[in-house]
């Protein structure tokens, strides 16, 4: 957290409302939480009042990953896991559309920088460290436009106190997976909100040990809601 406020503070294409993000994790979760549409009775899937509808590539602007207090790489420490961003980026992948433009480009697809914490954030970043709520795997900041319904930026945090599940065998019942993890907070980022049960992606209250590494069709039906159908 402290490295991207003085990184915001540094560099030029950083501007203040980043920092104000940063250090209102809590006052944005609540306050989308009060904005966000509620669901009818029937609903099996929640939407957030803002999404990336209004870009024809949504979210078109890549991800940055720092590997700072990430899972250790188990054959050396002191070395980036590289097991933990593709378990990351595949969870990105299930969200892409099959559908593509004319230059056989997916319409909908989260991109990823190549670059490992670089010095100037951009919009969307995606971090280990320790959040507001301690007890949460992750939490996910996702800011508007002010009086629009379009998203602005995207910022994923793993919570670097748990133990994390990388590999794609079953977890541990301490462990977190961490490919459904990222599947359900990279659902945020699409404009889904939570649900309250089910067996979707969407729903709360994973526990350790457990998984959720497939889109189930409320998922996809959500998404197909706010971009169209594939």
Avoid at 35 to 43: E, G, I, K, T, Y
Avoid at 72 to 90: E, R, S
Wanted: charged residues 20%; proline residues 9%.
């Amino acid at each position: 957290m402290l490295r991207l406020i003085i990184n915001s503070l540094r560099c030029p294409k950083a501007s203040t409302d980043t920092v104000r993000m940063l250090l209102r994790v809590p006052a944005n979760a609540v306050a989308l939480a009060l904005l966000a549409s509620p669901a009818l009775a029937d609903d099996k899937f929640q939407l957030l009042d803002r999404n990336w509808k209004f870009q024809k590539y949504p979210m078109a602007s890549a991800f940055e990953y720092c590997s700072t207090n990430a899972p250790t790489n188990p054959a050396d420490a002191t070395q980036p896991w590289p097991d933990v961003l593709a378990t990351i980026q595949a969870a990105a992948d299930k969200w892409k559309y099959a559908k593509k433009d004319a230059k056989n480009t997916p319409i909908f697809q989260f991109r990823f920088s190549g670059d490992d914490c670089p010095q100037c954030p951009g919009l969307n970043t995606i971090e280990f460290g320790t959040l507001n709520d301690p007890t949460k795997p992750a939490e996910t900041s996702y800011p508007g436009i002010s009086g629009t319904h379009k998203m602005q930026k995207c910022a994923i945090r793993f919570n670097s106190a748990m133990l994390w599940h990388v590999t794609t065998d079953d977890p541990k019942p301490a462990e977190y997976d961490l490919l459904s993890v990222a599947l359900h907070e990279f659902g945020h980022c699409v404009g889904l909100d939570d649900v309250p049960s089910g067996s979707a992606v969407m729903s709360v209250g994973l526990k350790p040990g457990e998984k959720r590494r497939n889109l189930q069709p409320d998922d996809i039906a959500g998404r197909n809601k706010i971009y169209g159908d594939p």
